[in-house]
Nanobody
């Protein structure tokens, strides 16, 4: 069982920056495939970014060049650095873990981009 706890969400103005963190439990974090997803009101949950256990990254086209996903295996932390934020980035952001054929989700953290 893997538990995920997100933090770092909040209210930010358009053009601003925010960094999300996700703390994971367990002793095999370096083997977890991790990702960030988001869900805006009335919309389906969508992929934001992925990072494999080996460090390979994948981004949704909508965030390429603005968001950076990273991980600290020693601290068992996943990050999402978000720059040049837009109102369309407003959503609940979820941390995701895929390990040993199972999928785990955090409880989500709200990001609101508004002036």
């Amino acid at each position: 069982q893997v538990q995920l706890v997100e933090s770092g969400g909040g209210l930010v103005q358009p053009g601003g920056s925010l960094t999300l963190s996700c703390a994971a439990s367990g002793n095999a974090f370096s083997f977890y495939h991790m990702g960030w997803y988001r869900q805006a009101p009335g919309k389906q949950r969508e992929l934001v970014a992925l990072i494999s256990s080996g460090g390979s990254t994948t981004y949704a086209d909508s965030v390429k060049g603005r968001f950076t996903i990273s991980r600290d295996n020693a601290k068992k932390l996943l990050y999402l650095q978000m720059n040049s934020l837009k109102p369309d980035d407003t959503a609940v952001y979820y941390c995701n873990c895929q390990f040993s054929l199972r999928t785990y989700w955090g409880q989500g953290t709200q990001v609101t981009v508004s002036s």
